[in-house]
T-cell receptor
Framework: QKEVEQDPGPLSVPEGAIVSLNCTYS??????FMWYRQYSRKGPELLMY????GNKEDGRFTAQVDKSSKYISLFIRDSQPSDSATYLC?????????????FGKGTMLLVSP | GAVVSQHPSWVICKSGTSVKIECRSL??????MFWYRQFPKQSLMLMAT?????????EQGVEKDKFLINHASLTLSTLTVTSAHPEDSSFYIC???????????FGPGTRLTVT
């Protein structure tokens, strides 16, 4: 079992839809959970991070972490064509150092006008 | 957020030559920077951690003699791919943590093509 699993998609939705992107993981020691957006041929852009369980909201984006299920989600409200990109989740165990930083493969999102 | 730049954005080189990629933190100092490699439709793979004023820490399976890292100042880290081969062709991305690893900012990436 891979440490971080993420459906590669593509996920196609119409403009204005609510998008749900998810990752599952196996390492219960992960404490930080991050979401990045990556446009084609560009470096990833940090959207938000969450520490431990709970929700965090930033504009149209909401991140949720359920540590008991080892499951994290990113919700995008009122999706826009400019949201079309690959979304990467990432996780990190601060107690074990940099090498524990693990990325998912990313989910490609396509928002059609 | 913080800004990290990379240069060049795209480079083509011949097999056997060396290529240097620069990573700069533009508006903050970074004692640590990270170098990643990304193949198409694959996740980011951490290659090494670059430490200002000391040796880099390489991940398992990464050849330190092939991927030379130098972190000479608080705003600049360089990755040199020595004796490049076609299998080294990839997208190389650097990043620098701001408040911590959970909040790191990535450069725009460098696409290396070895012919």
């Amino acid at each position: 079992q891979k440490e971080v699993e993420q459906d590669p998609g593509p996920l196609s939705v119409p403009e204005g839809a609510i998008v749900s992107l998810n990752c599952t993981y196996s390492n219960s020691a992960f404490q930080y959970f991050m979401w990045y957006r990556q446009y084609s041929r560009k470096g990833p852009e940090l959207l938000m991070y969450t520490y431990s369980s709970g929700n965090k909201e930033d504009g149209r984006f909401t991140a949720q972490v359920d540590k008991s299920s080892k499951y994290i989600s990113l919700f995008i409200r009122d999706s826009q064509p400019s949201d079309s990109a690959t979304y990467l989740c990432a996780m990190f165990d601060r107690n074990s150092g940099y090498s524990t930083l693990t990325f998912g493969k990313g989910t490609m999102l396509l928002v059609s006008p | 957020g913080a800004v990290v730049s990379q240069h060049p954005s795209w480079v083509i080189c011949k097999s056997g030559t060396s290529v240097k990629i620069e990573c700069r933190s533009l508006d903050f100092q970074a004692t640590t920077m990270f170098w990643y490699r990304q193949f198409p439709k694959q996740s980011l793979m951490l290659m090494a951690t670059s430490n200002e004023g000391s040796k880099a820490t390489y991940e398992q399976g990464v050849e330190k003699d092939k991927f030379l890292i130098n972190h000479a100042s608080l705003t600049l880290s360089t990755l040199t791919v020595t004796s490049a081969h076609p299998e080294d062709s990839s997208f190389y991305i650097c990043s620098a943590p701001w408040t911590g690893v959970h909040e790191q900012y990535f450069g725009p990436g460098t696409r290396l093509t070895v012919t």
